[in-house]
């Protein structure tokens, strides 16, 4: 049985290591300048890897000390926890999956349209209510989001200031266009379209990181759930030895 618990310990152990990607993925997250102004599944990333690490610690203190009802409410909870990062990880890759860009014609890069996201991700940020906040703290984080299309025309200054557009009627936003700070582009389609595009992006790299942490986890959790099985098997079996003795 001590053979057992101490294989559980090592393993929580690990799990504990594994909550450290997750937590720091969300905060990354968190950090960057897009995501800083859209509140979209950056801190329930991290609430799940606080909460992975301190069930690990406690899981990993039962093994320890051999408190099996710790060790059993320890694999329950990283069950739930688990299944809740699997839910959150399939809602990401299912609502960034959409890839709204388009290779401009004759350019090194690309831009985005709004409709080629999902309908999600347009609800629940550029079409909701809080676009306003959106696009007030867009403009002060001086975000590289907004620029009017290329098809427009317009001769390049520097990344807030361009002018005398050549083909103001290849888009409705060529006419939103705005060269006062404040306005710029932030109600245009295209500029809406690339928030959604660094999003995407910013959020396919978390979603790398964290499927490979949950594949440990669950790794982990398997092994963790047999050793556990075998030491009650061995304690069974212990106690039957002395009944009869």
């Known amino acids: ?15 504990l290591l594994c909550s450290i990607p997750i937590t720091a993925s969300g905060i990354w997250l968190a950090s960057k300048p897009d995501n800083e102004c859209v509140n979209l599944l950056r801190w329930p990333v991290v609430v799940l890897g606080v909460l992975i690490l301190v ?66 991700l347009r609800e629940n940020v550029v079409d909701s209510k809080s676009w306003r906040k ?22 390049f200054v ?20 705005n060269n006062d700070q404040s306005q710029l582009c932030f109600n245009c389609k295209s500029c ?9 992006k910013d959020w396919r790299k978390a979603n790398l990181i964290l499927i490979i942490t949950v594949v440990v986890l ?8 047999s050793a556990f099985r075998n030491a009650q098997t061995e304690d069974l079996f212990r106690k039957y030895k002395q009944g009869w003795v």
Do not use: H
């Open 1 to 15: 049985m001590a053979l057992a618990n101490n294989l559980t310990a090592i393993l929580n152990l690990l799990a």
């Open 55 to 120: 069930v690990s610690a406690c899981g990993f203190i039962g093994a320890y000390q051999f408190k099996e009802t710790l060790l059993a409410v320890y694999l329950c909870c990283m069950a739930i926890l688990i299944g809740l990062l699997l839910v959150v990880l399939i809602f990401a890759f299912i609502v960034t999956r959409p890839d709204g860009s388009f290779q401009v014609p004759g350019r090194g890069y690309k831009e985005y349209r709004l409709e080629g996201f999902s309908s999600w």
């Open 134 to 155: 959106i696009r007030a703290c867009l403009a002060d984080s001086d975000s590289g989001c907004c620029k009017p299309p290329t098809a427009c025309g317009y001769n």
């Open 158 to 177: 520097n990344p807030t200031l361009w002018q005398n557009p050549t083909n103001m009627a290849a888009d409705a936003d060529c006419y939103l266009w």
């Open 192 to 200: 809406k379209a690339g928030l959604l595009g660094n999003l995407r």
């Open 218 to 225: 669950i790794w982990v959790y398997v092994i963790a759930c």
